[in-house]
């Protein structure tokens, strides 16, 4: 069955597929920015839509929100490309020693990036940078309005998956929360982090380990943008990808420091599957199988582990390795060896902020409740965990082999 309106045919048996084409030239009406695409950044469109179109069919109304947030995300992407060609001297920016948290996700990584962000010398990258990062903070002053109006899209994906707050309640910072290196990636289309993309109904992580370098060196270029005309600080950034791309980290970055917390892996992966389960069964409308879930994500994540461990750079003298346990007994000291390892000082205006941070009631991480994680409902079991990780567990003393 097919209509018309004003010379258009509509196909109603079939929902239209997204257009990429349609979706970069509008994204250009939006950004009021017409010079052509860069030929990587629209290759990493068309892929990404590429894979949407092959998707089960999804009703007309999910489709519809996926193609504005993409819209959206292409629009804002444009308008930095518009920026950095308006003010050439963003390009001159020197990133120097940022401080990379890397490692597992549910491992103490934003606590960690929330305490060396109480640094007065440090900045990071927060929530509403990356949803209006457009114009650069250094060019006009940032008001209240503008953090605000981001936030309202933090409060959107809470909505739609009841129960974040308990597993991240620093979402609960709003416009002012602290973000992950993959959500800067996907600025880009290098990624589809659910923050920015939170109506795709599909675990869409689409790094492509062969054009990585990609995705730092624009990870580069957003520092740069938001950096411009500010005062002097070094940047501590987070993101749990960087574990399996220090080649790429430390091409992009030489001068880069990492600190790279480790848990044991059976307390990790349940909390970490929990998580995902919260957030991606509130995208679907909980159609997703998670006991299917368990088991595949740990043999993908065990062999990624397995390849990063084999990669010389894991010994370098520029990442410092964190226990986890010692990071729950005293985190200012932790903070501490890093800094000296580094050859830095903690100044006592930093430990008091740290101190007070983490006195804070509001900083508590049980302030929306506590969440009792288990394996069985994502299909795994212990020895299923153990055995994945067992080389990892044995090289950083975890679990079993403490």
């Not at 970055?253 to 917390?261: E, H, K, Q």
Request: glycine fraction near 6%; charged fraction near 25%; charge should be negative.
């Amino acid at each position: 069955m097919r209509s018309r309106s004003a010379g258009i045919a509509f196909d109603q048996d079939r929902p239209p597929a997204v257009s990429a084409e349609a979706l970069m030239n509008s994204a250009q009406m939006i950004a009021g920015h017409f010079d052509p695409v860069e030929s990587g950044l629209a290759g990493r469109v068309r892929r990404f839509v590429g894979w949407l179109n092959e998707q089960p069919p999804m009703e007309e109304a999910r489709r519809h929100a996926i193609e504005l947030q993409l819209r959206k995300l292409l629009a804002t992407r444009l308008r930095l490309a518009a920026d950095r060609k308006r003010l050439p001297a963003i390009v001159e920016e020197r990133i120097e020693r940022p401080i990379f948290v890397v490692g597992f996700a549910r491992t103490g990584t934003t606590l960690i990036h929330s305490l060396l962000a109480e640094d007065p010398a440090a900045r990071a990258p927060l929530w509403w940078h990356s949803h209006s990062p457009s114009p650069p903070p250094g060019e006009v002053p940032v008001t209240a309005e503008r953090i605000e109006q981001t936030g309202r899209d933090l409060d959107e994906m809470l909505r739609i998956a009841p129960g974040l707050l308990t597993l991240h309640p620093y979402w609960d910072k709003r416009g002012l929360c602290p973000i992950e290196d993959e959500e800067i990636f996907t600025l880009d289309f290098h990624n589809a982090y659910p923050s920015l993309l939170y109506h795709v109904p599909a675990l869409a992580m689409l790094l492509d380990a062969d054009n990585i370098a990609e995705a730092y060196a624009f990870h580069r270029q957003f520092l740069q943008h938001l950096q411009w005309n500010q005062p002097a600080a070094h940047w501590v950034v987070k993101g749990t990808y960087s574990q399996f791309a220090l080649d790429a980290l430390f091409e992009a970055y030489p001068d880069a420091l990492c600190i790279w917390p480790h848990r044991d892996p059976v307390e990790v992966h349940p909390s970490t599957l929990a998580i995902t389960a919260v957030l991606y069964g509130g995208i679907t409308n909980w159609q997703m199988d998670f006991r299917a879930l368990g088991p595949a994500f740990v043999r993908s994540i065990a062999d990624s582990v397995a390849q990063a461990m084999a990669n010389p750079l894991v010994d370098d003298p520029r990442i410092v390795h964190v226990d986890f346990r010692d990071l729950t007994r005293d985190p200012v000291a932790v903070i501490r060896r890093a800094y000296g390892h580094w050859g830095m000082e903690v100044s006592p205006a930093f430990e008091e902020r740290m101190r007070g941070w983490l006195a804070d009631p509001a900083n508590a991480s049980n302030r929306y409740g506590r969440y009792d994680y288990a394996m069985e409902p994502f299909g795994l079991t212990r020895e299923m965990i153990e055995t994945a990780f067992e080389g990892y567990s044995r090289r950083f003393r975890l679990g079993r082999f403490a």
